[in-house]
């Protein structure tokens, strides 16, 4: 049974370029959520995504937006990077049931902005 | 807005000793989830332990139990007979069930250092 699944392990931006992350939830799932991770800090919630459509939002600027595929993989885009975008992304697949289960996240994508 | 508190930024532990780690919360919902969550050097966040706030009873998974005090809005983690693969940063969390439901919080963690 897969686990979730995210992709590039690694990435080297430049300012004011974009960028797309990929996740694949885990079995099952159908609801994704992504987080950001400074170093030293705990995770900051960013969006979810169940059905398609975004369902809820932290406090975070539209640079970031995000997708999620009939397969309920998604992705995560940030436009015009800044140098404080430099963090771990973490996504984290659950299902949206009658009593809502636990996030299980994948090993996320280290994005460095130079 | 929910916000979570871990008061120790490091922590250590002898091999084969007991650990607390504490973690404190504050919210107006009656009822949420509380979680600890293990992050190893390898980044992946690995859920430890899960606490339903209806439930009186502390949640245990092997060596890993919890104290859970509602009341105080308290909700620490205890490692028994810690071992060297339990060094790692330990994110305590919380879901509530309203509107904002959805989202995890999450503390700035605890590092544990697991002494041989």
């Known amino acids: 049974d897969a686990g979730v699944t995210q992709s590039p392990t690694h990435l080297i931006k430049t300012r004011g370029q974009q960028v797309t992350l990929r996740c694949s939830p885990k079995?099952?799932?159908?609801?994704v959520s992504w987080y950001q991770q400074a170093l030293g800090q705990g995770p900051q919630f960013i969006f979810q995504y169940y059905e398609e459509e975004e369902r809820q939002r932290g406090n975070f600027p539209d640079r970031f937006s995000g997708h999620q595929f009939p397969n309920y993989s998604s992705e995560l885009n940030v436009n015009a990077l800044l140098l404080g975008d430099s963090a771990l992304y973490l996504c984290a697949s659950s299902f949206t049931g009658f009593f809502q289960e636990t996030q299980y996240f994948g090993p996320g994508t280290r994005l460095l902005v130079l | 807005a929910q916000t979570v508190t871990q008061s120790q930024p490091e922590m250590s532990v002898q091999e084969a000793e007991t650990v607390t780690l504490s973690c404190t919360y504050d919210t107006s919902e009656s009822d949420y989830y509380l979680f600890w969550y293990k992050q190893p050097p390898s980044r992946q966040m690995i859920l430890v332990i899960r606490?339903?706030?209806?439930?009186?009873q502390n949640a245990t998974e092997n060596r890993f139990s919890v104290n859970f005090q509602k009341a105080a809005k308290s909700f620490s983690l205890k490692i028994s007979d810690s071992q060297l693969g339990d060094a790692a940063m330990y994110f305590c969390a919380y879901r509530g069930t309203g509107n904002a439901g959805n989202m995890l919080t999450f503390g700035g963690g605890t590092r544990l250092m697991v002494k041989p």
């Open positions: 079995s099952g799932h159908d609801t």
């Open positions: 606490q339903e706030a209806y439930k009186q």
